[in-house]
């Protein structure tokens, strides 16, 4: 199984209608209950290069879950479960990266996170 879906897409501008950045949120699955991940991935990218925080034009943070370590959830639908969860927390308007890991916590349901700055210097 395979599936996709954008749980916050858009951009900010400033007052002239030049665009700062923008951004793409998704949550995605892939593979059975015994193999499979659900994956929540954040991706930020500066467009006005001035903007740049310490000169960083990109942003990228992600949160990895195997479907097995998900026992705890009432569910047999995860990543149904985790979209609905997901854009609970997007109309509080809360940070939804910070909201999901906080809640594996409580659950104590185990996941990797990572950002672009983890993978291994060449």
Request: glycine share 4%; hydrophobic share 30%; with cysteine.
């Amino acid at each position: 199984m395979k599936n996709s879906i954008t749980i916050d897409k858009g951009q900010k501008k400033y007052k002239d209608g030049k665009v700062v950045f923008k951004w793409d949120f998704t949550l995605s699955e892939e593979g059975d209950y015994e193999t499979g991940t659900i994956k929540y991935h954040e991706l930020i990218y500066d467009i006005d290069k001035t903007s740049a925080v310490i000169g960083e034009e990109e942003n990228e943070k992600w949160i990895t879950i195997n479907k097995r370590d998900c026992k705890s959830i009432p569910t047999l639908d995860f990543f149904e479960y985790f979209h609905k969860f997901l854009l609970d927390h997007k109309e509080k308007e809360a940070d939804l990266l910070e909201e999901l890991k906080k809640y594996l916590n409580l659950v104590y349901i185990k996941f990797e996170d990572g950002d672009w700055q983890s993978f291994p210097k060449v």
